[in-house]
């Protein structure tokens, strides 16, 4: 893949409004090419072809960001696959794609691979509850970010009924 090409599609990705970190994997080699402005090229070579490999969460995105790449840049191709964070980094270390979209930060031992984490956005979460559940409109945002980290561990903690009725786990990245 060409430098410009990776370029203008970390361009393009920026225009996403998401609150968790929404990441493109890098070697980091192609990392130093990126800089901190995300200018999109004025052309890139005829033939040029991204692949991107990623989360299913960043499907869709990556979807509509091929359509603007290549309506911008007709002579390119850009290939989605959406295999998961993990395959999608080791497919970059092992040059079977140019970008790893996932939904996270990288750990510390990817980094140590080579991988570098090229911020591009946010993801929001939405709640949503039925209008008959007790919590409909008792349970506040901060209740809600303890049983998303797994601070609450019986929904007595929150005005529920305790016994052992709990959350179901907390969330993992």
């Known amino acids: 893949m060409k430098q410009s090409s990776m370029l203008g599609l ?19 080699a192609a ?3 990126i800089g901190a402005a995300f200018t999109l090229p004025a052309s890139v070579p005829k033939g040029t072809t991204v692949r991107i490999d990623g989360s299913s969460s960043m499907g869709t995105v990556n979807q509509g960001l091929r359509q603007r790449f290549e309506k911008q840049f007709p002579e390119t191709q850009v290939t989605v696959e959406t295999n998961g964070t993990a395959t999608a980094l080791q497919a970059v270390l092992e040059d079977r794609a140019d970008l ?6 990288l750990t510390a031992a990817e980094k140590a691979k080579g991988l570098v984490a090229v911020p591009v956005g946010r993801d929001k979460i939405a709640i949503v509850v039925g209008s008959n559940n007790p ?8 209740q809600f970010a303890k049983i998303f980290r797994g601070e609450i561990k019986n929904w007595s903690q929150v005005g529920g009924s305790g016994g052992g009725n709990s959350p179901d786990r907390p969330a993992r990245f």
Do not use: W
């Open 10 to 28: 970390a361009l393009l990705v920026t225009s996403i409004v998401t609150v968790e970190p929404l990441t493109v994997a890098v070697k980091s």
């Open 31 to 33: 990392a130093s090419t």
């Open 100 to 105: 790893a979209a996932i939904g996270r930060p």
């Open 135 to 142: 919590f409909a409109k008792e349970l506040d945002i901060n």
